[in-house]
């Protein structure tokens, strides 16, 4: 069954297609992660992130030096694959998820790619696992593609918990061009274009929304915000660098 390697909805399909075929494709683990996803959940397998945003989020953790994660929404394992790799051998990645039959297959596939010992899998509703975690400012990296309806809230729990400097992902911004529609009011799309608005506001971070896959935002921390904002304590230049 042929898999989609990019979910981009928003880029001309043949320049998608010249980028597809010059990017790091996916691996014999990955395509069979893909092929099993599709085999099994039907439908659902929509959700995976595309091959493209997989090895754009391996090479952030990789190049941000990240060896803590979080990921709020893991599905049957994809994209934890991409992050549990970026993060490499020493890297924790704690995995939040509801669902007991999608995430057997994400374990299967882990175990497969000798990366089983650095997730952590939390199963159970993703806000009550996020508020249960000890520690402030413990993460370097997040990736957040659980229910959209509950994005204000897990962005919320998830930027305290990402490190000044540290960046946080946010899948499905765009919602498949429906932000844009005023007909569109379904809780789902309300509660994106919510988060999209308080991360825009958000004085805590810098963002940059870009229209691939179905959307994705780039949301650094640059500062706490704890202790007021003194003249350029939230500019870039004023993130520490981590040794
Ligand atoms: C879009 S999929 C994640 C796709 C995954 N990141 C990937 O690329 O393969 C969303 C996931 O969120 C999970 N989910 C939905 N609502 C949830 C909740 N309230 N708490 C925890 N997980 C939830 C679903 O079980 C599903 O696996």
Redesign the pocket.
């Known amino acids: 069954m042929p898999v989609p390697q990019s979910r981009s909805r928003f880029v001309d399909p043949a320049i998608q297609e010249y980028a597809s075929a010059h990017s790091t494709g996916p691996d014999d683990q990955q395509t069979r992660l893909q092929v099993e996803?599709a085999e099994r959940t039907g439908g659902a397998a929509r959700?995976?992130?595309g091959t493209d945003q997989?090895v754009l989020m391996e090479l952030i953790v990789r190049a941000m030096g990240a060896t803590r994660a979080l990921?709020?929404?893991?599905?049957?394992?994809?994209?934890?694959l991409a992050i549990a790799r970026g993060l490499g051998p020493s890297g924790r990645l704690v995995c939040?998820?509801?669902?007991d039959e999608?995430?057997a297959i994400a374990k299967r596939a882990w175990a497969e790619a000798g990366v089983t010992d650095r997730i952590e899998l939390r199963l159970?509703?993703?806000?009550e696992?996020l508020r249960s975690l000890e520690g402030v400012e413990q993460f370097d990296f997040a990736?957040i593609?659980?229910?959209k309806e509950?994005y204000p809230a897990y962005y919320e729990e998830v930027v305290s918990r990402v490190r000044v400097g540290g960046l946080i992902l946010l899948?499905?911004v765009l919602q498949g061009g429906r932000v844009i529609d005023p007909s569109a009011t379904d809780m789902s799309v309300e509660a994106v274009r919510a988060t999209n608005k308080a991360i825009a506001s958000d004085a805590r971070v810098r963002v940059v929304l870009l229209p691939i896959g179905d959307g994705v935002s780039f949301v650094q921390k640059v500062t706490n915000g704890s202790l007021g904002r003194p003249p350029g304590a939230d500019s870039p230049a004023a993130v520490p660098r981590r040794t």
Do not use: H, K, R
């Not at 990921?71 to 994209?79: L, P, Q, R």
């Not at 939040?96 to 669902?99: G, K, L, P, R």
């Not at 159970?124 to 806000?127: F, I, K, Q, S």
């Open positions: 996803t959700m995976q992130i997989a990921e709020v929404g893991t599905f049957t394992g994809y994209s934890g939040c998820d509801a669902s999608w995430t159970g509703p993703a806000l696992t990736f593609d659980a229910d509950n899948d499905n």
